[in-house]
């Protein structure tokens, strides 16, 4: 675990000095990003110019809800989403060879390959957002719910990654899997929305089998004090179900991997 560690600071440290050879190309990409994010904040502020709640949702707490998503998006961005992307292009040009015969992990080269530092701004702010938001709230969250918090996201960051891989990994057997990578990243807009909003069946369907309540609704009603005590083993045991479950088809993949030209 320790080599691990330091290798994944080594990671970290050579995607630092990649963006300084480019400056402007990095700081163009942070206030892009930016003004991803002030844009949805305006979207908010439009939705409740004439209601004071949505789904029992008050303006406040939508604010809570996207800074949630969108800090959750920039962590999954910084880390995994870039890299688990490049992997259909590894298998078909193969040189997802080279990854096999390196003395590590292959699903961690993989997975963490690169660290993705455009996305350091939009982190920066929605925890800025968060803060607001929580700063808000009337009485302020006790330190159980702000844990609970947490431990929900950290799930839900985990839902997210191993629903990508199960994706990305049918790149070996299937051609063409980069545009599944779409359907993927409109997942995770689809989760700045609060699951509220959805009725009867299909809300069941996006809390137990597309969790997507998960990634931000749920963590959020967490930190207001309005989550169900029972929603936080399931959010845990729903994580490492899909986590064992990926990584269980990720070594089915690599062991009948023949290489691309097989």
Request: charged share 15%; glycine share 4%; aromatic share 20%.
């Amino acid at each position: 675990m320790r080599r691990y560690w330091r290798l994944y600071k080594v990671f970290w440290r050579n995607g630092f000095r990649r963006e300084l050879e480019f400056r402007a190309n990095f700081w163009a990409k942070v206030m892009t990003n930016f003004a991803w994010m002030f844009f949805f904040i305006a979207l908010v502020e439009v939705l409740y110019a004439r209601t004071d709640a949505i789904a029992g949702w008050n303006r406040n707490d939508a604010f809570l809800l996207v800074a949630t998503c969108y800090w959750m998006s920039s962590i999954a961005s910084i880390t995994f989403f870039r890299n688990l992307g490049m992997l259909p292009s590894l298998v078909r040009m193969g040189t997802f060879d080279f990854v096999l015969v390196k003395p590590v992990s292959s699903l961690f080269w993989t997975s963490f390959r690169f660290v993705n530092m455009d996305e350091i701004g939009t982190l920066i702010g929605s925890f800025a957002m968060l803060g607001y938001a929580v700063s808000r709230m009337r009485p302020l969250p006790d330190l159980m719910q702000v844990v609970e918090y947490f431990v929900l996201c950290f799930s839900g960051l985990t839902m997210y990654y191993s629903f990508y891989l199960l994706t990305m990994t049918l790149s070996f057997w299937l051609v063409r899997v980069d545009n599944l990578s779409a359907l993927v990243d409109t997942i995770l807009y689809m989760a700045r929305f609060p699951t509220d909003i959805f009725r009867g069946v299909l809300q069941r369907i996006l809390t137990f089998i597309v969790p997507l309540a998960f990634i931000a609704t749920i963590p959020s009603k967490a930190m207001l004090g309005r989550m169900e005590w029972w929603l936080l083993p399931v959010g845990v045991g729903l994580a490492s179900f899909f986590l064992a479950g990926a990584v269980a088809f990720w070594r089915f993949a690599t062991r009948h991997y023949t290489s691309a030209s097989s």
